[in-house]
Nanobody, 125 residues
Framework: QVQLVESGGGLAQAGGSLRLSCAAS????????MAWFRQAPGKEREFVAA????????RYTDSVKGRFTISRDNAKNTVDLQMNSLKPEDTADYYC??????????????????WGQGTQVTVSS
């Protein structure tokens, strides 16, 4: 089992940057696919980015490609999301998620077993 705690959310202006971090407990972090999802008020939870156990596979939703970068440090049990060129439509609660399986990365939040409590990101225009 793994416990996830996000940090780094806050308020940014359009065009600005924020860096989210997710710290995981446990000694098996390297066995998990890690992902970031987001959920805006009144909307469904949306896939943002994910990274495989060994960094070989990284996926992004189209709306953040070229602006967001996901990375992980298996020695520190962390996964980060660097968000640049922020837009008001990036405003949402951002969640860190994990699933302990190998293979392709799922974009469906229902396939992830562990979740953090979320961190709020607000981008003003």
């Amino acid at each position: 089992q793994v416990q996830l705690v996000e940090s780094g959310g806050g308020l940014a202006q359009a065009g600005g940057s924020l860096r989210l971090s997710c710290a995981a407990s446990g000694r098996t972090f390297s066995r998990y696919i890690m992902a970031w999802f987001r959920q805006a008020p009144g909307k469904e939870r949306e896939f943002v980015a994910a990274i495989s156990q060994n960094d070989f596979i990284i996926r992004y939703t189209d709306s953040v490609k070229g602006r967001f970068t996901i990375s992980r440090d298996n020695a520190k049990n962390t996964v980060d999301l660097q968000m640049n060129s922020l837009k008001p439509e990036d405003t949402a609660d951002y969640y860190c998620a994990a699933v302990g399986r190998w293979g392709s990365i799922s974009l469906d939040h229902r396939d992830y077993d562990y979740w953090g409590q979320g961190t709020q990101v607000t981008v003003s225009s």
